[in-house]
């Protein structure tokens, strides 16, 4: 065997998984805002709602 063969190893594969973690996270984080745009539209759709229920009940005893 010759020093070349016995010193070779295989290529790492660091930087390879890193930048696959990297892609996936940036991936999880942009999943995660746009959770979070729908749970805030949801809540501010929420709001209105009773906004407009409590001025329709206090439509309804200014009638009275």
């Given at each position: 065997?010759?020093?070349?063969?016995?010193?070779?190893?295989?290529p790492?594969?660091?930087?390879?998984?890193l930048?696959?973690?990297?892609i996936?996270?940036?991936?999880?984080?942009?999943?995660?805002?746009i959770?979070?745009?729908?749970?805030?539209?949801?809540?501010?759709?929420?709001?209105v709602?009773?906004?407009?229920?409590?001025?329709?009940?206090?439509?309804?005893?200014n009638?009275?």
């Open positions: 065997m010759t020093n070349e063969a016995i010193n070779r190893r295989p790492s594969e660091k930087a390879g998984f930048r696959r973690l990297a996936y996270l940036l991936g999880v984080a942009i999943g995660f805002l959770l979070g745009m729908f749970k805030a539209r949801s809540a501010a759709e929420a709001r709602r009773e906004a407009q229920r409590q001025a329709a009940q206090n439509a309804g005893a009638e009275r």
